[in-house]
């Protein structure tokens, strides 16, 4: 019974999220960020906020492909991808959302369980699989689709890491891409080191837990390089 419920809740989760999902116009930020994955061009004809892009105009070096001016690469990668699967269209770049946003509904569910008993993951999974902000968050093309399949997932396999230390480098895998996606994703790094400075002090003595660190800073490496290279050329961080 259990399982067929969480197949009906996923199932519904994607209903909501997949229906219809060409309608509508692009909104607000997707269509900045649909646009510049669609060339992989840190381009957005700003006449007041210019790009590093239209400043180092034509010589182009090879660093400025590594990240954008205003956001991590992961989202617009993921878009180039999936626009070239299915097209350059607003499904094309909302696909990766709605993909997300049923993983993102099944995480909850993981973690209910693990923290507190099937029935709560069932509850909170069915509940964040029909809640209005969650179905529109993960039905347009932005990043926060991104951020917060992410940060659930690193909650998860911390959680799992409690248990079995091997999952600290799974963690460090799930932060990295999370702050590849936006910036504010590193709100999880304090959350966590906080846990760990009260209650498991000993994993600072764990090498899986810096490899796990190494293993987040490798992931986000494009983007310090690139604000190394900016600021050596322009004097200034992105």
Not at 65 to 86: A, E, G, T
Not at 167 to 178: D, N, P, R, S
Not at 225 to 235: E, F, K, P, R, S
Request: hydrophobic share 55%; charged share 15%; proline share 4%.
């Amino acid at each position: 019974l259990r399982r067929r419920l969480l197949i009906t809740i996923l199932a519904t989760a994607a209903f909501l999220r997949f229906f219809g999902l060409s309608r509508g116009d692009t909104l607000s930020d997707e269509v900045l960020i649909s646009f510049r994955a669609l060339g992989m061009m840190d381009f957005d004809e700003a006449p007041v906020q210019t790009t590093p892009w239209e400043w180092l105009d034509p010589a182009h070096p090879w660093w400025l492909k590594l990240s954008f001016h205003d956001q991590p690469p992961l989202p617009f990668i993921v878009q180039n991808v999936s626009m070239k699967i299915f097209g350059e269209s607003a499904f094309g770049f909302r696909v990766p959302s709605a993909l997300l946003g049923i993983g993102a509904v099944y995480l909850l569910y993981c973690i209910g369980r693990k923290l507190f008993s099937e029935k709560v993951g069932l509850l909170a999974a069915a509940l964040y699989g029909v809640t209005l902000n969650s179905v529109y968050i993960f039905r347009v093309g932005m990043q926060e689709a991104y951020v917060i399949f992410f940060l659930l997932l690193s909650i998860y396999w911390f959680l799992k890491a409690l248990e079995d230390d091997h999952y600290l480098l799974w963690t460090g895998v799930a932060i990295g891409l999370g702050i590849l996606s936006k910036y504010t994703a590193f709100i999880i790094i304090p959350i966590f080191l906080t846990y760990l400075v009260f209650f498991r002090r000993e994993f600072f003595r764990n090498a899986k837990f810096w490899i796990g660190v190494g293993i987040a800073a490798l992931l986000f490496s494009p983007v310090l390089i690139y604000n190394w290279q900016l600021y050596n050329t322009v004097g200034h961080f992105d």
